[in-house]
């Protein structure tokens, strides 16, 4: 399936990640737990420097367990990986002490200095992986505006969660890697890629070669789509079955978790 975004849009997200990083201490790198591979941004990861970051899965609830297990093992290999279920209250507050862990020498370093100054996170990733969602939970109340929605430009503005740690919400980034075709698709699939540039109907192919047709079956009793929009009861004047209407039940139902907990991709 062949999907065209404009990274033209994502320049000046990355422009302004760039010049919000020197500031910070430490880089929360949040990753779509259903697709934690395609989430990766190469572009994005050149601005990180020496800077630490952590790798965050995020929406575990929504992911197959055991393969979530296995990406958390294949990420810490390379540096920290967190699992968090951000929309579940407190469940982001085990980053504040990663952080600070990861930041200790550092801390230390300026207490030995007489210098306090808070340590600051930056969350960057691709659109709809949740870090506004993340900034609420640590700081426990809507400090943050949050929306099921990719790409939503928002203000940037350095959070206080406590007295000695602060957080900042990037602009999602995208890296238009158009080999792959599969990553695409899959940031399609989780909701990362506006719909408006995505053949839905084509996408509910690609979910069911990911998927299989058996989840599909099972909640709707047919895995075609036209069979779908007809056991719905979606249809337009005249009969006909309203694609348009199935296709996008299918995808929210995916991506709300309705046809079952997937992870997209697996650790090679
Ligand atoms: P952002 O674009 O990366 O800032 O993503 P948002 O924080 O706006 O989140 C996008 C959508 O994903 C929102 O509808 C959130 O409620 C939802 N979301 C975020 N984290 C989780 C999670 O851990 N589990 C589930 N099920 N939904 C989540």
Known sequence: MKINWFPGHMTKALRMIEVELKLADIIFYCLDAR???????????????????????????LADEKITKQWQEYFNKIGTC???HATKTNSAKVLQTTAMKICDEKLKRQKEKGITKPIRAIVVGVPNSGKSTIINNLCGRGAAITGNKPGVTRGKQWVRVSP?????????????????????????????????????EELVIVLKNRIGAAP????????????????????????????????KTVVDDFRSGKLGLFTLEQPK
Do not use: C, H
């Open 35 to 61: 697709a934690p591979m395609s989430s990766l941004n190469p572009s994005l990861q050149k601005l990180f420097g020496n800077k630490p970051f952590v790798f965050i899965l995020n929406k575990i609830d």
């Open 82 to 84: 967190v699992l968090v």
């Open 164 to 200: 000695g740690f602060e957080v900042l919400d990037t602009p999602g980034t995208l890296w238009p890697d158009f080999e792959v075709q599969a990553v695409g698709e899959n940031l399609a699939l989780v909701g990362s890629i506006k719909d408006d540039v995505v053949n839905l």
């Open 216 to 247: 599909l079956e099972a909640r709707y009793g047919a895995s075609d789509i036209e069979a779908i929009a007809k056991k719905r009861g979606f249809l337009l004047s005249g009969g006909v079955p309203d694609i348009a209407r199935a296709t």
